[in-house]
T-cell receptor, first 115, second 115 residues
Framework: AQKVTQAQTEISVVEKEDVTLDCVYE???????LFWYKQPPSGELVFLIR??????QNEISGRYSWNFQKSTSSFNFTITASQVVDSAVYFC????????????FGQGTRLTINP | DSGVTQTPKHLITATGQRVTLRCSPR?????VYWYQQSLDQGLQFLIQ???????AKGNILERFSAQQFPDLHSELNLSSLELGDSALYFC??????????????FGPGTRLLVL
């Protein structure tokens, strides 16, 4: 079975601070995908990034960056120079390729950026 | 806007009643997934349909059922509703059928309140 743990339930920082959201996953499968989704106060789930288990290269997209480390089963997400609009609940998710390609989500981290 | 549409946006009903939630996938997507988001269970996979056929089942109650129609839209039917069924119900779609894995894109959700 697969499991995703986001140990940080809530994080609150002041605007312009850098913040890292932690994600640890468990799976016995060697081929899998990892995701981050954002859920703003309006409620929809917005796809941010997908990473496959063979690609451990870190990725940067603007102020967002992701650090994937297979050795520690972690897929952490960093927001640099945070902004109030980054306030949302962020979910890390895992999916294996074989069988049902369902997403297994972590419990989410509520990020509040204060002005 | 993900391109996935869900109706209605909000639904208020009474215990014991039956409701139908509707989802239209992104153009070209063959697979539809249903997820439930509740405070105590988090985001949970319910069921997946691919091109009209059930592909995978998750923690879906027997009181719940779904189907995918020839035009690829999907409906989730919830019957004999209980207070604990109050949740945000998401539909997601992906292409599925190509090489590898395709990202799931989520609709805005239907917020169900059972009184």
């Amino acid at each position: 079975a697969q499991k995703v743990t986001q140990a940080q339930t809530e994080i609150s920082v002041v605007e312009k601070e850098d913040v890292t959201l932690d994600c640890v996953y468990e799976t016995r499968d060697t081929t899998y995908y990892l995701f981050w989704y954002k859920q703003p106060p309006s409620g929809e789930l917005v796809f941010l990034i997908r990473r496959n288990s063979f690609d451990e290269q870190n990725e940067i997209s603007g102020r967002y960056s992701w650090n994937f480390q297979k050795s520690t089963s972690s897929f952490n997400f960093t927001i640099t120079a945070s902004q109030v609009v980054d306030s949302a609940v962020y979910f890390c998710a895992l999916s294996i390729i074989q069988g049902a390609q369902k997403l297994v989500f972590g419990q989410g981290t509520r990020l509040t950026i204060n002005p | 806007d993900s391109g996935v549409t869900q109706t209605p946006k909000h639904l208020i009903t009474a215990t014991g009643q039956r409701v139908t939630l509707r989802c239209s996938p992104r153009s070209g997507d063959l697979s539809v997934y249903w997820y439930q988001q509740s405070l105590d269970q988090g985001l949970q996979f319910l069921i997946q349909y691919y091109n009209g056929e059930e592909r995978a089942k998750g923690n879906i109650l027997e009181r719940f059922s779904a189907q995918q129609f020839p035009d690829l839209h999907s409906e989730l039917n919830l019957s004999s509703l209980e207070l604990g069924d109050s949740a945000l119900y998401f539909c997601a779609s992906s292409v599925v059928g190509g090489q590898g894995y395709e990202t799931q894109y989520f609709g805005p959700g239907t917020r169900l309140l059972v009184l």
